[in-house]
């Protein structure tokens, strides 16, 4: 079960999973793409440092947002920093930063440290917090 730590206007979410670093890495890209979940509208992703992600969403019960990611750093399989504009119907759009930690455990599974910061307010990081869990059980699901 994912911990989750609140910290102002950002997060950390932590999992575990009985995989390898690199499984785990490519787990978490393919919930994007080439064969993404149905609510990922669109997904164009540049995997090296400067690169960029840019994803359209349409999650359940969600309007339709964009997500313009610039990869910082793309270190495989075991980290991956991102700037993410994100442009949601209803909210100016802002940017957060995005660090994903994959670290190796000695019993071989890897531990997913998850950390997104920058928010606006607390309400927008409070809705990313609680989404960001079931994304990362896709991930572990493409790991079956």
Known sequence: MPEDTLQPHGF?????????TQEVFDAFLAVYGPQPEEWVLESQLDL???GRWWLRFAPPGVEPFTEDRRLTVVDPPGLLRYTAR???PGNPAYETDVTLELTA???GQT???L???GFPDSELARI???NWPGVLELAAQRLA
């Open 48 to 50: 090296r440092p400067g």
């Open 86 to 88: 994100i442009d949601a």
């Open 115 to 117: 950390t997104q910061t």
């Open 12 to 20: 950390t979410v932590h999992r575990t999973y009985p995989a390898t």
């Open 128 to 130: 990313f917090e609680e």
């Open 105 to 107: 455990t000695p019993d």
């Open 111 to 113: 531990r997913l440290a």
